[in-house]
Protein backbone atom coordinates (compact mmCIF):
# COMPACT_ATOMS: atom_id res chain seq x y z
CA UNK A 1 0.00 0.00 0.00
CA UNK A 2 1.18 3.37 -0.84
CA UNK A 3 0.32 5.70 2.30
CA UNK A 4 0.71 9.30 0.59
CA UNK A 5 -2.74 9.95 0.60
CA UNK A 6 -4.15 7.10 1.97
CA UNK A 7 -6.88 7.23 4.42
CA UNK A 8 -6.46 5.93 8.01
CA UNK A 9 -8.80 5.80 11.18
CA UNK A 10 -6.85 5.16 14.45
CA UNK A 11 -8.88 4.22 17.27
CA UNK A 12 -7.34 4.45 20.60
CA UNK A 13 -5.26 7.37 19.20
CA UNK A 14 -5.36 10.09 21.78
CA UNK A 15 -1.81 8.37 23.68
CA UNK A 16 0.24 5.31 23.51
CA UNK A 17 0.87 3.14 20.54
CA UNK A 18 -1.93 5.17 18.85
CA UNK A 19 -0.76 8.61 19.07
CA UNK A 20 2.18 7.18 17.96
CA UNK A 21 1.10 5.20 14.63
CA UNK A 22 -1.41 8.20 13.71
CA UNK A 23 1.79 10.34 14.25
CA UNK A 24 3.93 7.58 11.71
CA UNK A 25 1.07 7.57 9.47
CA UNK A 26 0.72 11.23 8.99
CA UNK A 27 4.66 11.48 8.61
CA UNK A 28 4.32 9.52 5.44
CA UNK A 29 1.18 11.43 4.33
CA UNK A 30 -1.65 9.78 5.03
CA UNK A 31 -4.87 11.56 6.27
CA UNK A 32 -5.45 10.49 9.27
CA UNK A 33 -8.10 10.28 12.08
CA UNK A 34 -7.95 8.93 15.83
CA UNK A 35 -10.70 9.00 18.22
CA UNK A 36 -10.91 8.28 21.73
CA UNK A 37 -12.94 8.48 25.12
CA UNK A 38 -11.68 12.15 26.11
CA UNK A 39 -12.89 14.84 24.34
CA UNK A 40 -9.46 16.97 25.60
CA UNK A 41 -6.95 14.28 25.07
CA UNK A 42 -8.19 13.68 21.52
CA UNK A 43 -8.21 17.71 20.29
CA UNK A 44 -4.26 17.77 21.69
CA UNK A 45 -3.41 14.67 20.35
CA UNK A 46 -5.13 15.74 17.18
CA UNK A 47 -3.28 19.30 16.91
CA UNK A 48 -0.15 17.68 17.61
CA UNK A 49 -0.39 15.40 15.30
CA UNK A 50 -2.28 17.66 12.31
CA UNK A 51 -4.73 15.01 12.22
CA UNK A 52 -8.73 14.81 12.54
CA UNK A 53 -9.78 14.29 16.01
CA UNK A 54 -13.15 12.96 17.26
CA UNK A 55 -14.41 11.92 20.27
CA UNK A 56 -15.78 7.65 20.73
CA UNK A 57 -16.50 6.04 22.87
CA UNK A 58 -16.10 2.50 20.77
CA UNK A 59 -18.39 0.72 23.36
CA UNK A 60 -21.12 2.44 22.44
CA UNK A 61 -22.89 1.58 18.96
CA UNK A 62 -23.91 4.96 18.36
CA UNK A 63 -20.15 6.59 19.17
CA UNK A 64 -18.57 3.88 16.54
CA UNK A 65 -21.58 5.02 13.95
CA UNK A 66 -20.93 8.22 14.43
CA UNK A 67 -17.36 8.16 14.12
CA UNK A 68 -17.59 6.26 10.89
CA UNK A 69 -19.44 9.10 9.44
CA UNK A 70 -17.54 11.59 10.64
CA UNK A 71 -14.18 9.96 9.49
CA UNK A 72 -15.71 9.62 6.28
CA UNK A 73 -16.99 12.80 5.69
CA UNK A 74 -13.86 14.46 6.98
CA UNK A 75 -11.17 12.43 5.20
CA UNK A 76 -13.26 11.77 1.98
CA UNK A 77 -12.78 8.52 2.30
CA UNK A 78 -11.15 5.39 4.20
CA UNK A 79 -8.30 2.54 2.98
CA UNK A 80 -7.21 1.81 6.68
CA UNK A 81 -8.79 1.34 10.32
CA UNK A 82 -6.30 0.48 12.99
CA UNK A 83 -8.05 -0.77 15.54
CA UNK A 84 -6.39 0.05 18.73
CA UNK A 85 -8.71 1.15 21.54
CA UNK A 86 -8.52 -0.72 24.55
CA UNK A 87 -7.56 -0.98 28.47
CA UNK A 88 -6.64 -3.66 31.15
CA UNK A 89 -7.76 -5.16 34.44
CA UNK A 90 -5.73 -7.20 36.47
CA UNK A 91 -6.79 -9.51 39.46
CA UNK A 92 -6.79 -12.80 40.73
CA UNK A 93 -9.33 -14.53 39.91
CA UNK A 94 -10.89 -15.16 43.14
CA UNK A 95 -11.35 -11.04 43.62
CA UNK A 96 -12.62 -10.57 40.12
CA UNK A 97 -14.99 -7.65 40.34
CA UNK A 98 -17.31 -8.86 37.09
CA UNK A 99 -18.16 -5.16 36.38
CA UNK A 100 -15.05 -3.91 35.81
CA UNK A 101 -14.00 -7.14 33.90
CA UNK A 102 -17.30 -6.64 31.78
CA UNK A 103 -16.00 -3.12 31.38
CA UNK A 104 -12.75 -4.40 29.72
CA UNK A 105 -14.58 -7.20 27.48
CA UNK A 106 -17.15 -4.47 25.86
CA UNK A 107 -14.27 -1.95 24.54
CA UNK A 108 -11.31 -4.93 23.91
CA UNK A 109 -13.86 -7.20 22.27
CA UNK A 110 -17.46 -5.74 21.32
CA UNK A 111 -16.07 -2.43 20.62
CA UNK A 112 -13.63 -3.99 18.03
CA UNK A 113 -15.83 -6.04 16.72
CA UNK A 114 -18.24 -3.01 15.86
CA UNK A 115 -15.42 -1.05 14.58
CA UNK A 116 -14.23 -3.55 12.91
CA UNK A 117 -18.01 -4.20 10.89
CA UNK A 118 -17.98 -0.84 10.07
CA UNK A 119 -14.61 -1.04 8.52
CA UNK A 120 -15.74 -4.40 7.05
CA UNK A 121 -19.18 -2.65 5.48
CA UNK A 122 -17.43 -0.09 3.68
CA UNK A 123 -14.28 -2.13 2.34
CA UNK A 124 -16.63 -5.06 1.32
CA UNK A 125 -18.40 -2.16 -0.94
CA UNK A 126 -15.35 -0.80 -2.11
CA UNK A 127 -13.61 -4.03 -2.39
CA UNK A 128 -9.80 -2.80 -0.66
CA UNK A 129 -8.92 -1.92 2.66
CA UNK A 130 -7.46 -3.31 5.29
CA UNK A 131 -7.78 -3.73 9.30
CA UNK A 132 -4.66 -4.02 11.83
CA UNK A 133 -6.02 -5.43 14.63
CA UNK A 134 -3.51 -4.16 18.27
CA UNK A 135 -3.79 -7.47 20.54
CA UNK A 136 -1.01 -8.42 22.69
CA UNK A 137 0.96 -11.54 23.29
CA UNK A 138 -1.62 -12.21 26.37
CA UNK A 139 -3.60 -13.55 23.21
CA UNK A 140 -1.46 -16.40 22.61
CA UNK A 141 -0.98 -17.44 26.64
CA UNK A 142 -2.47 -16.59 29.89
CA UNK A 143 -0.52 -15.17 33.11
CA UNK A 144 -1.82 -14.82 36.70
CA UNK A 145 -4.38 -11.97 36.84
CA UNK A 146 -5.16 -11.86 33.42
CA UNK A 147 -7.99 -13.72 32.88
CA UNK A 148 -10.19 -10.60 32.07
CA UNK A 149 -7.37 -8.61 29.81
CA UNK A 150 -6.20 -12.13 28.33
CA UNK A 151 -9.69 -13.23 27.19
CA UNK A 152 -10.48 -10.34 25.29
CA UNK A 153 -7.10 -10.94 23.71
CA UNK A 154 -7.47 -14.53 23.03
CA UNK A 155 -11.05 -13.57 21.68
CA UNK A 156 -10.01 -10.58 19.69
CA UNK A 157 -7.15 -13.10 18.02
CA UNK A 158 -10.55 -15.48 17.11
CA UNK A 159 -12.49 -12.29 16.01
CA UNK A 160 -9.37 -11.44 13.41
CA UNK A 161 -9.39 -15.31 12.20
CA UNK A 162 -13.28 -15.39 11.28
CA UNK A 163 -12.59 -11.68 9.52
CA UNK A 164 -9.87 -12.89 7.59
CA UNK A 165 -11.56 -16.03 6.25
CA UNK A 166 -14.63 -13.52 5.51
CA UNK A 167 -12.80 -10.74 4.15
CA UNK A 168 -9.77 -11.77 1.53
CA UNK A 169 -12.65 -12.88 -1.43
CA UNK A 170 -13.17 -9.20 -1.04
CA UNK A 171 -9.81 -7.95 -1.72
CA UNK A 172 -9.81 -7.06 2.50
CA UNK A 173 -6.35 -7.60 4.39
CA UNK A 174 -7.05 -8.09 7.90
CA UNK A 175 -3.59 -8.58 10.30
CA UNK A 176 -2.99 -8.22 13.98
CA UNK A 177 0.03 -7.08 15.75
CA UNK A 178 0.68 -8.41 19.53
CA UNK A 179 3.11 -6.57 20.96
CA UNK A 180 4.52 -7.70 24.57
CA UNK A 181 5.27 -5.36 27.34
CA UNK A 182 5.35 -1.69 25.77
CA UNK A 183 5.78 1.25 28.15
CA UNK A 184 2.69 3.46 27.51
CA UNK A 185 1.68 4.10 30.76
CA UNK A 186 -0.87 1.38 30.44
CA UNK A 187 0.28 -0.23 33.67
CA UNK A 188 0.59 2.98 35.30
CA UNK A 189 4.60 3.34 34.61
CA UNK A 190 6.67 6.42 32.98
CA UNK A 191 6.62 6.21 28.94
CA UNK A 192 9.29 5.00 27.45
CA UNK A 193 11.81 5.46 30.61
CA UNK A 194 13.38 2.21 30.35
CA UNK A 195 16.02 1.53 27.86
CA UNK A 196 15.70 -1.97 27.53
CA UNK A 197 11.91 -2.16 26.87
CA UNK A 198 9.78 -1.68 24.49
CA UNK A 199 7.89 1.95 23.56
CA UNK A 200 5.41 2.59 21.12
CA UNK A 201 7.38 3.67 18.59
CA UNK A 202 8.25 0.07 17.86
CA UNK A 203 4.85 -1.03 17.28
CA UNK A 204 3.95 2.02 14.91
CA UNK A 205 6.82 0.90 13.09
CA UNK A 206 5.52 -2.61 12.60
CA UNK A 207 2.21 -1.84 11.70
CA UNK A 208 3.33 1.14 9.24
CA UNK A 209 6.03 -1.79 8.00
CA UNK A 210 2.79 -4.15 7.29
CA UNK A 211 0.77 -1.37 5.80
CA UNK A 212 3.50 -0.66 3.05
CA UNK A 213 3.90 -4.10 1.67
CA UNK A 214 1.97 -4.51 -1.44
CA UNK A 215 -1.78 -4.51 -1.58
CA UNK A 216 -1.19 -8.37 -3.04
CA UNK A 217 0.01 -9.70 -0.07
CA UNK A 218 0.21 -9.33 3.92
CA UNK A 219 1.42 -10.71 7.34
CA UNK A 220 -1.65 -12.32 9.15
CA UNK A 221 -0.27 -12.34 12.67
CA UNK A 222 3.10 -10.60 13.79
CA UNK A 223 4.79 -10.80 17.51
CA UNK A 224 6.84 -7.80 18.78
CA UNK A 225 9.03 -8.36 21.52
CA UNK A 226 12.07 -6.52 23.45
CA UNK A 227 15.38 -8.46 22.88
CA UNK A 228 16.27 -8.47 26.35
CA UNK A 229 13.87 -6.38 29.00
CA UNK A 230 15.87 -7.08 32.25
Known sequence: ??????????????AGIGLETARALASR????????????????????????????????????????????????????????????????????????????????????????????????????GTIVNVGSTAARRGFAKGTAYAASKFALAGMTECWRAELRPFDVRVMQVDPSEVQTGFGGGEPGKNPKKLRSEEIAHTIVALLEMDDRGFVPDLEVWATNPR
Open 1 to 14: MELRGAKALVTGGS
Open 29 to 128: GAAVAICGRDAAKVEDAAKAVGCLGIRADVSREPDVDALFEATLEGLGGLDVVVNNAGFGYFAPLVEIDVAQAEAVLATNVVGAMMVGRAAARHFVAQRR
